[in-house]
């Protein structure tokens, strides 16, 4: 998925400023879909040189002035055909770094990755935790847009919280087997 759909999707449902679109990336998809501001704003840059997106400057009486964009008919079709488009085949980004560094723990060691995953752990934990501040979120976007899009959204969230009861699984399993390790290690 590219971020220029994302932010086109989330731009169908109302004008908004990069830091609002990074605040709802940051409050209500972060679990499957994380992006920088810099990437935002870089792509929000992009879709309006393309005709996809305009934008104008809003005075704020909170601080600076605030460019606002808008999607344009074009943005509109070009992600109508984007969501239509889906493929055959799972296309995932299967790249993470946490793992690839367990795969090559035998450089690290026992104990190094123990303490790593106890860490972890506790992050998979706080993280299953926070999807329902986000599930909190959804509703009260949901009410801002109106519609069905909530039926979607909670389908997301579910993923969200089965991969992190996973990924709590997986850190409890590999720290009991570590144990066992550092055990047999000790009697030989």
Not at 148 to 157: A, Q, V
């Amino acid at each position: 998925m590219s971020l220029s759909f994302a932010l086109l999707g989330l731009l169908n449902y109302s004008p908004m400023a990069g830091y609002d679109l990074k605040k709802v990336f940051d409050e209500s998809i972060i679990f499957f879909w994380a992006a920088h501001t810099s990437q935002i704003y870089r792509e929000l840059k992009n879709l309006e040189q393309k005709g996809c997106v305009i934008s104008e400057i809003a005075s704020s009486y909170k601080g600076p002035d605030r460019r606002i964009y808008s999607i344009t008919d074009l943005g509109l079709s070009k992600f109508k055909e984007w969501i239509n488009d889906v493929p055959d085949q799972i296309n995932n980004d299967t790249r993470d770094e946490f793992l690839i560094r367990v795969f090559f723990s035998s450089h690290l060691g026992i104990d190094d990755l123990y303490f790593e995953m106890q860490k972890r752990l506790r992050e998979y934990k706080k993280y299953y935790e926070n999807l329902s501040s986000i599930e909190n979120r959804m509703k009260e976007y949901s009410n801002m847009v109106g519609g069905e899009d909530i039926h979607y959204w909670k389908i997301c969230l579910r993923r969200g919280y089965y991969e992190a009861k996973a990924n709590i699984l997986w850190a409890e399993e590999t720290i009991q087997y570590l144990e066992k390790l550092k055990e047999n290690k000790k009697n030989d």
